[in-house]
């Protein structure tokens, strides 16, 4: 990835959505099946109020012993470089993984990634504690907007078709508080499986008296244990303070359906990172994994655009921008779009990327469609492929629908 930056002022942020409103029937939120390759991993990284960078900042201090014996620190710039000249030395070359690889180095890291994180999960938890107090609070604001969203689209066409409306309205707020007490009813459950987690966690050991390796495997095994502990409490997190429906737009028409929307699940984003690259700061790649639920929704719809959950390469905000639209009567076009925000509070920049973009078929990743291009940009905007694939109806995208789940899998990788 190359980075040419002129600068202005500030960046505006890309659309996120949670749920929202579409133009049929009521759905339920669903998951892909499709088989994805790599790991997956909640985005801890970009928590607020964690003091992601401060602790980075430890890693990146970090003294590492170069082959020759002498030491320069993780945080510089060589260990970005598969090879680079030795700083101290200036005669001779050093390979970045082997360098990292050397036992006394491979520790240390291992160590010191296993105390940060175990750090992250102990706020984390601190910080779930206002959650446990009071989660019917956190589920309730959590549905009060698309509750308001609702209560707003039945006044705007009220006076068109009161009756038929309110009867209609009263079935969404029937499904969504039905939802509502069904998170209510498995709070306390997932409130208490983060407390087990935690106390398993407080409960690692590493014993002193272990040889290197013997400790770098315990460092490992006991750190995949935290990042569990990371996922489980952000995932119920989410869970408390996140609900699954909103308000798609209206149409004008006598039909209810049409006319009120109805609610539809929301996407699910996940980002599958280099493992060896840790925090924002030192990603060169990523990859952004986007879930669209209820897609025959949208396809009932003329036009129609979701974004992905954005994700953190150096000082740039990426997302995958999905729009589907109705060249004619029948044919639909998907178009996918890489759209780029500076975190400098630039307006301006110029910066390039290789993006490779995915559709996944749900039965066979050899029977993926996959398109490439090397994507300019020069401000804030989105650049991608304005017609990766038509059709007229969901058969004509064979297994790249997941029928069973009514949904499409994308992706996108960026370096």
């Keep these: 990835m190359s980075f040419g930056i002129q600068q202005t002022n500030a960046a505006a942020s890309s659309g996120q959505q949670f749920f929202a409103f579409s133009s049929s029937k009521l759905t339920q939120q669903k998951q892909s099946s499709s088989s994805i390759e790599g790991k997956v991993k909640t985005d801890f990284w970009s928590i607020d109020n964690l003091n992601i960078a401060e602790k980075l900042d430890e890693i990146n201090k970090l003294k590492i012993i170069l082959p020759c014996g002498f030491d320069v620190e993780y945080g510089k710039k060589y260990f970005k470089e598969t090879n680079f000249n ?143 502990g990371i996922n489980l409490v952000s995932s119920v997190q989410d869970f408390l303070t996140q609900a699954k429906f909103k308000l798609t737009d209206s149409k004008n028409e006598i039909d209810i359906d049409d006319l009120f929307g109805e609610l539809f699940s929301k996407e699910n984003t996940s980002f599958i990172y280099n493992e060896n690259e840790i925090g924002d700061n030192n990603r060169s790649e990523a990859t952004i994994l986007l879930v669209i639920n209820d897609f025959s929704v949208f396809t009932r719809t003329e036009n129609f655009k979701i974004f992905s959950k954005p994700c953190t390469v150096k000082n740039f905000e990426w997302s995958l921008l999905v729009k589907i639209s109705r060249e004619c009567k029948k044919q639909h076009r998907l178009g996918v779009y890489l759209q780029c925000n500076s975190l400098d509070g630039l307006n301006r920049f110029s910066v390039n990327v290789n993006a490779q973009f995915t559709l996944l078929d749900s039965k066979n990743q050899i029977n993926n469609l996959t398109k490439s291009e090397i994507l300019y940009f020069d401000k804030e905007k989105y650049q991608g492929i304005q017609s990766f694939i038509e059709f007229d109806d969901l058969s004509d995208l064979n297994n790249y629908y997941n029928r069973e789940n009514d949904s499409i899998t994308l992706k996108v990788t960026i370096n």
């Design 86 to 228: 030795c700083p101290i030395c200036k005669d001779h070359t050093i390979s970045s993984e082997n360098c990292l690889n050397m036992t006394r180095n491979k520790l240390f890291l291992n160590e010191k990634l296993f105390e940060l994180k175990k750090k992250i999960f102990e706020e984390l938890v601190n910080n779930f504690e206002e959650y446990k107090k009071d989660p019917e609070h956190f589920i309730e604001s959590s549905h009060e907007k698309c509750i308001n969203d609702t209560d707003l689209r039945r006044e705007e066409i009220n006076l068109m078709l009161k009756e038929e409306i309110d009867n209609y309205y009263e079935d969404l707020s029937k499904e969504i508080n039905l939802e509502k007490e069904s998170k209510l009813n498995k709070a306390n459950e997932k409130i208490n499986g983060v407390d087990s987690k935690r106390a398993e966690i407080e409960s690692i050991k590493i014993d002193e008296n272990l040889d290197v390796h013997s400790k770098i495997n315990a460092f490992k095994s006991n750190t995949i244990s935290i990042d569990d």
